[in-house]
């Protein structure tokens, strides 16, 4: 295996951005080198060109941080340096890492300390679009701008004229323009999370993609928000489904389904630009219906087209190296979630709620995890796993969402497959490493444990993980 250099310069990363309409665009390759550097640091930058500058936390001074790629199979190498005046850590969201490099401190890590560093050393055995991010204090540390693409290339990419990363993400900003620094309220820990009143992609509101007709564009969307999700629409495009959290489908016309985009899902989308110059295709977001919002745009040029005509179906990239789990022989987990606002009293869900209601008020932990309250790492509170499984024994788990509200339940360390909603099998294969649960329904999980450690279970909008909504499961 070989350890490749990582970074790329600010003035390329600035070049192949500007070329791109705000996106971060496929690099050129990297000579061999043993570590690449990461810093977390803090600075003065303008979310918008009309609005004063915030104080933001950056991975190398930008957000988001510097793309990373790296063929599949070759061994990575970051050392972090936290410049920061707080603890962080590196979390390698959807990468099936050894559990000493998952980034959690407290459970797999010692907070990396102000003016400390950490070497992460794995290797990226799955192909696909993946992002990292801290493990601690997130919801401040990613709203304040932590986090960055980490992008695993496939040895046969698929033909594709260009290869787009657009990382989504929101900031709530104050009357003074700048970023609000209420994090952890009340009400976003018991309801929604933190929502903000501007949204970026990769951190430029309302971008402008520009291409040639007939041009395909391999677009990889990482959801980077720590509690927004996207309900995404191509108006009259209807673009293709290669890839959902890193993992390749069948290649497959985009449903609403595919589109909800929670924190932490990724997904990968041929894009084909329409066969007419200056047409423009608005790229919404509907979670909302009532607040319905433009998120960024596709524009096509009047210069050359890239083919004469539209192409087929795009071609279905490799699998990646998953172990199928056993149906027969799973072993069957049940997990369920209550508590929030607007959960009401009825059912198990209520009773639990009754149980802890005292216990919730007084800790600010308003989430439930199979009737427990369970305090977060950072806490310095510890607590009994959610499951024990052993290694290389197949596991069936079945979440139900007696909450409100959405949540993206994320599994760190595994890949799984989603087997059903609400007791209905699904048509296509869906491997994930994050999944959204809607209020009332019930997913059924399936994989096996083949990862050995201890392990985050919980959901990635941040303010419920920070209020109850992570446990912790071990292997073997």
Known sequence: MTTQRLHISRRQFLAT????????????????????????????????????????????GAVPGTPLRVKQGAEVAIRLQNKLSQPTSIHWHGVRVPNAMDGVPHLTQAPVAAGGTFDYRFRADDAGTFFYHPHINSTEQMGRGLFGPLIVEEAMPPGMDRDVVWVLNDWRVGRDGRLDNGFNNPHDLSHAGRYGNLVTVNATPDPVLKGRRNERIRLRLINASTGRIFALRFGQMTPWVIALDGHPVTPRRATRNDLLVGPGNRIDLAVDLPDKAGATVHIVDAYYPEQTYRVARLTVGDGKAARPA????????????????????????????????????????????????QSMMRSRLFWIMNDRLIPPLGSGQSAAPLFQMAKGKSYVIRMENQTAFDHPIHLHGHTF?????????????????????????????????????RWMLHCHILSHVQAGMGGVVTVG
């Open 417 to 453: 497959q989603v087997l059903a909603r609400n007791g209905e099998g699904l048509k296509h294969l869906e491997l994930r490493d994050t999944v959204m649960i809607r209020p009332r329904q019930r997913i059924d999980i399936g994989f096996v444990a083949d990862n050995p450690g």
């Open 310 to 357: 539209p192409l087929g179906p795009p071609m279905a990239l490799a699998a990646n190296p998953i172990k199928r789990f056993d149906r027969k022989g799973a072993k069957s987990l049940d997990l369920l979630f209550a508590g929030g606002a607007m959960g009401g009293m009825m059912g198990r869900g209520g009773m639990m709620m009754r149980r802890h209601m």
């Open 17 to 60: 951005s500007a070329a791109a309409g705000a996106s971060l665009t496929a690099g050129p390759a990297f000579a061999a080198n043993d570590v690449t550097n990461i810093v977390a640091r803090s600075g003065k930058q303008k979310l918008h060109n009309q609005l004063p500058a915030s104080t933001l936390w950056t991975y190398d």
